[in-house]
């Protein structure tokens, strides 16, 4: 049956666990008339998960804990066909009505090549679904290249006003429209205000693990061993190593070392162990939060939960960490296992658009009324063309192997042998990607580490 125009439907696409996490919470705090975090009743969500190297296992999908309307694992090109259809206006079922909302919640390069197709696909249609985009947690890396391309999209959030001003100073710096920054903030955040007076369980310190942060085993040995010297040296703590994914599971970064191998030569105290779930409930029972640059410190600062960004391997780009300069939260281990307890910045938190004052409640207001305005013109047909920076004209040698990457040709039409978007895979093609999938993270975890050891000989 045809779903009423009173719903409001909404497809997002995601390349990993944490950003189908951002995208199907956006889309919610979007389409919701409050702040609150129930689900209207007129909201229809459907999930894509692009096919990857990074695409959730169920587990990680029931971490999350977002259901869908539907999902499915997709190719880019799949994708398009499935939104915009032979006729650039069919659902992705049936006679169901089109999408109302699409949010792409993917690598840059993966949405700049949507974008285009999207661009071609709904190229003289009458109506089209209004684009949103943006970021899963702190723009510490390539904000130029990641803002470009991710322009094109109708909102680009912004997760505090510091990234906004950011934004919008580099798309007016290249010439680019700037009118579809928002500001918003983090999706995932809220939970219960810490309050240390009357708890009943144990001081407890959480290590926030990153796949990426740092890259090299001797970091990531020696930030796992302070960690269990901080538990041998106060028994009286309980200390967590909260991992972002299990052996064989991949998230939005390539983690070739996991904690789970280097920990089995370390031998560590009963008060010490590993946690998996939802960071959300982790935090429920966190009394210090520590991390090297992890997104879960914003979501520890919002609850006012005591937070510690680590500065034992340096304040360096490449850690992310400095993206925490003036936060008041830059601390090292020596001073965490003396009981220093840091004490962030309030002008900071502010900025930061985690600010545990009650402004978050109004933080999407501004999102949610745009997205309304430009469905209301979208049913109306008074949408104009997605455009974004890079075509042809102003990106010659780099847009082409953008869109090649996901098989889409210049134009961003199907390159010859790209998988049909009017199918299914069947059987047969379903367990050759499920065998190339493991045989990639397998060659990742322990194959690659192996071969970048011989190579430091």
């Not at 995601?14 to 995208?23: E, F, I, Q, Y």
């Not at 006003?161 to 010439?175: C, L, M, S, T």
């Not at 281990?333 to 009981?339: E, F, K, N, S």
């Not at 134009?411 to 093609?429: C, F, S």
Request: charged share 20%; net charge neutral.
């Amino acid at each position: 049956m045809p779903v009423s125009n009173k719903t409001t439907r909404v497809a997002v696409l995601a390349d990993s666990d944490t950003r189908w996490k951002w995208g199907s919470l956006t889309a919610k705090r979007l389409v919701q008339t409050t702040a609150a975090v129930d689900t209207p009743a007129d909201f229809h969500l459907d999930g894509y998960l692009l096919r990857g190297r990074a695409t959730p296992t169920p587990r990680q999908l029931q971490e999350v804990g977002v259901r869908a309307d539907s999902m499915r694992e997709v190719t880019a090109i799949e994708f398009l066909g499935h939104v915009g259809g032979a006729s650039g206006a069919r659902a992705a079922t049936g006679d169901e009505a089109p999408y109302d909302v699409i949010v792409l919640a993917l690598v840059g390069g993966a949405v700049q090549a949507v974008l285009h197709g999207l661009a071609r696909a709904f190229d003289g249609a009458s109506r089209r679904p209004v684009v949103v985009t943006g970021y899963v947690g702190v723009v510490y890396e390539k904000l130029a290249d990641g803002l470009l391309l991710r322009h094109g999209a109708d909102v680009v959030l912004a997760n505090s006003r510091q990234d906004a001003e950011r934004f919008r100073e580099v798309y007016e710096g290249v010439g680019a429209d700037a009118s579809g920054v928002v500001e918003a903030a983090l999706p995932f955040l809220g939970g219960t205000p810490y309050a240390p007076d009357g708890r009943s369980t144990p001081y407890t310190v959480v290590f926030a693990a990153q796949p990426s942060v740092p890259e090299k085993r001797a970091d990531r040995s020696y930030l796992l061993s302070r960690l269990i010297r901080h538990a041998r040296s106060h028994p009286e703590r309980e200390v967590l190593l909260k991992l972002r994914s299990k052996p064989g599971e991949h998230t939005t970064h390539i983690e070739e070392l996991p904690y789970q191998k280097l920990v089995r030569s370390e031998d560590a105290p009963p008060n010490f162990r590993l946690v998996y779930g939802h960071m959300g409930e982790v935090l429920d029972r966190t009394d210090l939060l520590v991390t090297v640059s992890s997104t879960a410190a914003l979501e520890a600062l919002h609850r006012s939960i005591p937070t510690a960004v680590l500065t034992d391997l340096g304040v360096r780009e490449a850690l992310g960490n400095h993206a925490f300069i003036g936060s008041g939260c830059l601390a090292s281990w020596d001073q965490l296992d003396a009981g220093h307890s840091p004490t962030p910045d309030p002008e900071w938190v502010a900025r930061q658009g985690v600010a545990a004052d009650g402004a978050y409640e109004t933080a999407f207001d501004a999102a949610r009324s745009r997205v309304a305005e430009l469905t209301g013109r979208a049913r109306d047909g008074g949408l104009p063309p997605i455009a974004p920076y890079y075509t042809q004209v102003t990106a010659p040698g780099y847009l082409p192997g953008i869109l090649a990457r996901h098989h889409l040709g210049p134009d961003a039409a199907p390159l010859p042998g790209a998988p049909a978007a009017d199918r299914e895979p069947g059987p047969v093609r379903q367990a050759v990607r499920s065998a190339a999938r493991g045989a990639y993270r397998h060659g990742v975890q322990r194959v690659a580490p192996v071969i970048r050891r011989m190579g430091e000989l």
